[in-house]
């Protein structure tokens, strides 16, 4: 079993930025993938980015690419997510999730394992 515990989440304006964290915990997290995705209201959960556990390999979903980056601490068993050049359509509930394994890079919300409580970002006008 693998705890993830996130933070960093707010609200910003439009153009702002905001960096996420995940830590996860558990004898076989870091033996894990670790990805975030998004679920705005009304809509279904989406996958937003992924690394590899060793951070050899780093994808992005189209909606997010450029804006956001990635990355991982092992040391820490910690994933980050920072988002730059926010718009409103950003806005939704962000979560962590990790998995076993990862499709061409992706990280598809069916291959999730665990995830985290989630952590509310609102992008203002």
């Known amino acids: 079993q693998v705890e993830l515990v996130e933070s960093g989440g707010g609200l910003v304006q439009a153009g702002g930025s905001l960096r996420l964290s995940c830590a996860a915990s558990g004898r076989s997290a870091s033996a894990y993938n670790m990805g975030w995705f998004r679920q705005a209201p009304g809509k279904e959960r989406e996958w937003v980015a992924s690394i590899r556990w060793d951070a050899k390999s780093l994808d992005y979903a189209d909606s997010v690419k450029g804006r956001f980056r990635i990355s991982i601490d092992n040391a820490k068993n910690t994933v980050y997510l920072e988002m730059n050049s926010l718009q409103p359509e950003d806005t939704a509930v962000y979560y962590c999730?990790?998995?076993?394994?990862?499709?061409?890079?992706?990280?598809?919300?069916?291959?999730?394992?665990?995830w985290g409580q989630g952590t509310q970002v609102t992008v203002s006008s």
């Open positions: 999730g990790v998995s076993a394994r990862l499709s061409g890079g992706r990280m598809p919300v069916s291959t999730v394992n665990y």
